[in-house]
DNA sequence: AAGGCGTGGAA
DNA sequence: TTTCCAAGCCT
């Protein structure tokens, strides 16, 4: 039975030798809890914006223990303007689960990390392969494109990952666990720098020769409408106006201060609702606010 | 399963 | 200026 894609991935690994960025959660130095920490800061988040705020968390929280020793509102807190803050309540969550259930220490089956809270397919299967050096399919929105592209022929995948696009992952990963691992960090950097989403840099990509998507012109993308997010006006602006009140107040906070952060008041209504039923926010006694 | 959830840089 | 995008998760 041949594998005719099977010719990318020795190119591939060939090109990430060379080309791979030196970031601390790869590498000899790089613990568990290190790449776990990177996994949940770069969900939806560039490389570059997080790079500083990983290295204050770890310094600060070196261990999965130490974080779970504070209160998860400093989580909040150190996770500063790197957006959709949900994930310093969960990654803090994950870390007391952790201490709590496992011993400590990141676990290294899939089973087990996508039970914890915040991690879902790709982040389970890139700590498992990333972390504990675990054979798994890692589908990110990296690795997808790049086998749109180079297999199906197409600019963009799918909305969601469907059963032949896994199955495509899956025939392509290495046999032997550490190839494996390689070969999917290779992909996702081919996918971050070469096979980018706008203005892909084709003469630097190391299977331009044999992409389907070059071989047929480089069509456009033709498929339904991917949606775009509104930012000016949304609750989560709004959301995101309270939240930074409260991240640089050093206690809690009166109603005026966060009254101030917004001026229609059913929406400021609302997303303070919503920022208190997600616990983000908490409200004491008192009537003043502050983070969990 | 489609939509909600932050943020800031690039073009 | 506006639009689009960046290693997803959850409901």
Not at 148 to 170: C, Y
Request: glycine share 6%; aromatic share 6%; net charge negative.
């Amino acid at each position: 039975m041949s594998r005719p894609s099977s010719d990318l991935v020795d190119p591939i690994l060939a090109w990430y030798d060379e080309h791979a960025r030196d970031l601390p959660w790869r590498g000899n130095g790089a613990t568990p809890w290190s790449v776990m920490v990177s996994e949940f800061m770069l969900q939806q988040t560039p490389v570059v914006r997080v790079l500083p705020v990983h290295a204050t968390w770890l310094e600060r929280w070196p261990t999965p223990a130490a974080l779970a020793a504070e209160s998860s509102g400093e989580a909040v807190r150190a996770w500063g303007r790197l957006g959709y803050p949900r994930r310093a309540l969960r990654l803090h969550a994950a870390a007391v689960a952790i201490t709590e259930q496992h011993g400590g220490e990141v676990p290294d089956s899939y089973d087990e990390l996508i039970a914890l809270p915040g991690v879902g397919d790709y982040t389970a299967a890139a700590i498992a392969s990333f972390a504990h050096g675990r054979r798994q399919v890692v589908l990110d929105t990296n690795v997808r494109r790049v086998l749109a592209r180079a297999v199906s022929g197409v600019e963009f995948p799918a909305r969601s990952v469907n059963r032949a696009e896994r199955d495509l992952a899956a025939d392509l990963l290495p046999g032997d666990a550490p190839t494996a691992a390689t070969w999917s960090v290779a992909v996702m950097e081919l996918g971050a720098l070469v096979c980018t989403a706008a203005r892909p840099q084709c003469p630097a990509c190391p299977v331009s020769d044999q992409c389907r998507w070059q071989a047929a012109g480089a069509p456009p993308y033709d498929g339904p409408p991917r949606p775009v997010q509104a930012w000016a006006g949304t609750d989560r602006q709004c959301r995101g106006r309270i939240l930074a009140v409260l991240r640089d107040a050093p206690g809690s906070v009166d109603r005026a201060r966060l009254d101030a952060a917004w001026d229609e008041p059913v929406q400021r209504e609302r997303a303070l609702a919503s920022l208190l039923t997600d616990g983000l926010l908490v409200l004491d006694d008192d009537g003043r606010y502050r983070l969990p």
